[in-house]
């Protein structure tokens, strides 16, 4: 029965396909040099789409709505409004790129990813489950090769297709062993099923892995990381930096619903296989991104790195580790985003992405040299930057659950990255252009890049002084796994 609980449970889905039906329909009646006004309609659409959905789509207690396919509650609430957030965001730094900002179907393609990575947030069922990561993945295959004459972004788009495939097929795989242990789909009553004791621990070991597998690649995760800087440097600039924030953070809001609900009874092990892919993904991610002369590969083993800390508050198992991790994503995804958007608007200019290419920027640009401290000190983790509390919240989950040896770990490796993340800084403040003419070579920002760059800074600032309503937020959410 279609109730107004129901249809508030998926009204940000309902308003996401509309932005995408106005932007199919208006788009190709548009003139050539009008087809970019489709960022304005998708970007302002979408924030008129978390306004409604703040007033008439708030969850009250958590419920199972469409028989049991969605969870209706705070925690995939949040979570859309996040990746709805980043959506609008990349629209907005998406528009003035040369090749891709006047197709809409570049549009579509983001709106309908999106749409999975909602359901992936609020999913309570198997097929649910896969059907949104699938939604979410595919139109990200054709996003990450959509310049067919850039050779760098057809094979960008050819292993992301080819790595994602396997992956998924492997989750499949280990879905449908579930689905056969427990004779059920849903993943609060595949919890019941495997407490039982009619599954050997061993086999259900063997079955989690093969899930680990799959979300270990959506989330770029060592050893399932190696696709991820190839596709941040072919793919178009604004694609790659949805890809490391939004995809990696709906990754993340399946690894939290899916092991803290339907593996709890096993939570030994896993917690245990998870803190060692924390472990490694933190020093390798840190320990590649030390020679990286490419920003846009910097910044793919800059997010590895990320994916570890993030996975602390994972193998925490409580509700602080939870509330960790979605604080964590959405600091992230404020912090990378803005990396990436400051990469784009250097580019779309001098067509350069190598970090020496950055010298004398904060004198051709005084305002993106401040807006670049704030994004790499925030990556560092250093206040008063969101960075830092996100960190100072999962390394407390860590040390609450006696993983004091990650989070060791983790400080040792957050040292590491300062150093490639002030390398940066340093050419951006310290080193001049040839010539010493940066005067003569301004960059200036259009308006769609100062819109999105100005709420993305105003957004990692806030959230490293006044995080107390975005922590609250993310513990509400938290506390419906428990």
């Known amino acids: 029965m279609f109730t107004t609980v129901t249809f508030a449970s998926i009204l940000p889905e309902i308003l996401i396909l509309s932005i995408g039906l106005l932007v199919l329909i208006l788009e190709p009646f548009w003139k050539d040099e009008h087809k970019r006004n489709a960022g304005w309609l998708t970007a302002g659409g979408l924030f008129i789409a978390m306004i409604v959905s703040l007033l008439f789509g ?11 396919m969605i969870r ?15 959506a609008a965001a990349t629209a907005l730094l ?14 579509l393609l983001m709106l309908a990813s999106l749409i999975g990575m909602n359901l992936m947030a609020s999913s309570a069922d198997l097929v649910m489950l896969y059907l949104s990561i699938e939604t979410a993945s595919i ?30 097929t492997i989750m499949l795989y280990g879905f449908s062993l579930l689905f056969g242990f427990s004779g059920t789909t849903d993943l609060y009553a595949i919890a019941a ?13 063997g079955v989690v ?8 690649f959506k989330v770029s995760i060592v050893p399932f990381h190696f696709w991820a800087p190839d596709v941040y440097e072919g793919a178009p600039t604004p694609v790659a930096g949805f890809l490391s924030t939004a995809s990696k953070a709906a990754g993340f809001a399946v690894i939290l619903r899916l092991f803290f609900v339907a593996f709890p009874a096993f939570s030994e092990s896993w917690t245990m296989v998870f803190a060692v892919l924390s472990a490694v993904s933190m020093t390798v991610g840190n320990l590649l991104a030390l020679p990286q002369t490419n920003i846009k590969r910097l910044l793919a083993y800059s997010s590895i ?4 800390y993030a996975l602390i508050g994972a193998v925490a198992f409580s509700q602080l580790g939870a509330a960790s991790v979605v604080f964590y994503l959405a600091a992230y995804v404020a912090t990378n985003l803005l990396a990436f958007g400051l990469v784009m608007a250097f580019q779309r200019v001098t067509g350069l992405e190598d970090v020496k290419d950055l010298a004398g920027l904060s004198r051709r640009n005084p305002l993106m040299g401040l807006m670049m401290l704030a994004a790499f000190l925030s990556l560092a983790g250093m206040p008063p930057f969101g960075g830092f509390v996100a960190k100072v919240f999962v390394f407390a989950a860590g040390i609450q659950a006696d993983y004091t040896w990650l989070v060791v770990v983790g400080i040792v490796n957050s040292i590491i990255g300062v150093y490639y993340y002030l390398n940066v800084l340093k050419f951006v403040y310290l080193y001049r252009l040839p010539g010493e003419d940066e005067e003569n070579h301004p960059i200036p920002l259009t308006q769609p890049y100062m819109i999105a760059l100005v709420v993305l800074v105003v957004g990692v600032i806030v959230m490293g002084t006044v995080f107390t309503p975005f922590f609250n937020w993310s513990d509400a959410g938290a506390l419906n796994l428990f």
């Open 58 to 68: 708030r969850p009250a207690e958590p419920t199972e709505t469409l028989g049991g």
């Open 72 to 86: 209706f509650d705070w925690l995939g609430f949040f979570l859309k409004m996040l990746f709805m957030f980043a």
């Open 94 to 107: 998406l528009m003035d790129h040369e090749k891709a900002g006047k197709r809409g179907e570049a549009y």
């Open 139 to 168: 139109p990200l295959y054709i996003l990450s090769g959509f310049l067919l004459d850039d050779e760098r972004s057809t094979e960008a788009g050819f292993k992301y297709f080819l790595y994602g495939t396997l992956a998924s």
């Open 193 to 205: 099923a495997l407490t039982s004791g009619k599954v050997s621990a061993l086999l259900a070991f």
């Open 209 to 216: 892995m093969l899930v680990v597998a799959g979300l270990g």
């Open 305 to 308: 790195s990320h994916a570890g």
